[in-house]
């Protein structure tokens, strides 16, 4: 009952802020242009690579692209779900808009994460999808209905994993009144799972999986569509990420939220 009154809600949220989009459709389409072109170098820099070298870290081109394809798939939704916890220390701390969110009738962290969508992402979801298709047949993957409710789990489960590190990025800004928190430095490591983890020391390997678990939004899920069997215990684990880190990340905003104190302005 309350996961449809708040599903519902979240559904109204996203109808109106597509309504604003209709509104304004030259904008929206000049506006997804530079995130795709932003997605391009990277890839040339892969496939300049792969020019010279037929393998990297036991992964061919194809595979290094389906990874690098679906993590930014999954990154994209993740942005665009969870945008409006990027500026939550500035607007919501500092400017303290916090204030009128919490005389709502609403979850105060539901209503933070639901006001806002932000649309751009869309052109690299189009890059990814791309990438992802060619990938699927470089390496003559035949995907059947397994792969299709795997893929939707995987993205579902990989876009809690992010909102939630970046909901525990953002959370200091109740103590250091920081706009930005620990979301720049924390962010910029997901870079690194973009990429197979064997590539990297054994520290940032374990960061990446253990300590901020990036991996798992993009790395594991891919090598089960890719057929590399030797990941295969992580996968095992990929559920129960799913829920830890929501658990701390939702602990911490209640612990954050005690501690607010309202600026005044």
């Known amino acids: 009952m309350v996961i449809s009154h708040y599903l519902e809600l979240y559904l109204c949220f996203v ?3 597509l309504k604003k989009i209709l509104e304004y459709r030259l ?9 795709i072109l932003l997605q391009l170098l990277p890839i040339i820099i892969i496939w300049a690579i792969f020019k010279k070298v037929p393998h990297i870290a036991g ?22 779900l969870f945008s409006n916890l990027n500026d939550f220390g500035y607007q919501y701390i500092i400017k303290g ?9 609403i979850n105060p962290l539901f209503y933070i994460v639901a006001s806002d969508f932000s649309e751009k992402e869309i052109g690299e979801l189009l890059v990814g999808i ?8 470089g390496l003559e993957i035949h995907p059947g209905i397994l792969e299709f409710f795997a893929l ?9 994993i992010y909102g939630s590190i970046n909901l525990i990025a953002v959370i200091i800004c109740f103590w250091t009144k920081d706009p930005r928190g620990l979301t720049s430095p924390i962010m910029r490591i997901q870079e690194f799972s973009q990429y197979p983890v ?7 390997r374990f960061i990446i999986t253990w300590i901020i678990p990036f991996a798992f939004i993009t790395f594991f899920p891919a090598v089960f569509f890719i057929r590399r069997e030797e990941f295969g215990g992580y996968i095992l684990c990929l559920p129960l990420i799913g829920i830890i880190f929501p658990l701390i990340a939702y602990l911490l905003w209640l612990k954050g939220l005690s501690k607010y104190e309202s600026s005044g302005t």
């Open 198 to 204: 064997t590539i990297y020391g054994k520290a940032v």
């Open 152 to 160: 939707l789990y995987f993205l579902i489960n990989g876009i809690i």
């Open 59 to 80: 992964f061919n081109f194809n595979e290094v692209l389906f990874i690098y394809g679906l993590g930014i798939i999954c990154y994209a939704f993740g942005r665009m």
């Open 27 to 35: 904008s929206f389409f000049i506006g997804i242009i530079p995130f």
């Open 130 to 137: 791309i990438l992802i298709i060619k990938s699927i047949i």
């Open 97 to 105: 808009g916090l204030d009128t969110v919490l005389i709502k009738p």
């Open 15 to 17: 109808s109106q802020h």
